[in-house]
């Protein structure tokens, strides 16, 4: 139906950069909300980033000044450039997305997420 595709993800020196980027593609009516979360091992879940179709954004405090969320709403695509990096940004980040779906006639919101991609930031 829906598949969230991130890319971008691999091995950073501490202080470095490094963006990552999510395409959702499939058969959907409309991408709403989107979003980046991570998860570093032994961790749960968390929100890093999320922006709306307006692109209005919202940041974790740990990333704040940092990571920058962005959106191409023709692309489908959001976008996260993470500047100085540090290791405790080391995680698997995934693609969230709100997506507007019809379901009998019925306009209705649906979650979908990505698979990951690991950053792994070294010092």
């Known amino acids: 139906q829906v598949r969230l595709a991130e890319s971008g993800g691999g091995n950073v020196q501490a202080g470095g950069s490094l963006r990552v980027s999510c395409v959702a593609s499939?058969?959907?009516?409309?991408?709403?909300?989107m979003a980046w979360y991570r998860q570093a091992p032994g961790s749960q879940r968390e929100l890093v980033a999320g922006?709306?179709?307006?692109?209005?954004?919202n940041y974790a405090d740990s990333v704040k000044g940092r990571f920058t969320i962005s959106r191409d709403n023709a692309k489908h695509t959001i976008y996260l450039q993470m500047n100085s990096l540090k290791s405790d940004d080391t995680a698997v980040y995934y693609c969230?997305?709100?997506?507007?779906?019809?379901?009998?006639?019925?306009?209705?919101?649906?979650?979908?997420w990505g698979q990951g991609t690991q950053v792994t930031v070294t010092s």
């Open positions: 969230y997305a709100k997506v507007q779906q019809l379901y009998n006639k019925i306009l209705q919101d649906y979650d979908y």
């Open positions: 499939g058969s959907f009516f409309r991408v709403n909300d």
């Open positions: 922006v709306t179709r307006e692109s209005v954004t």
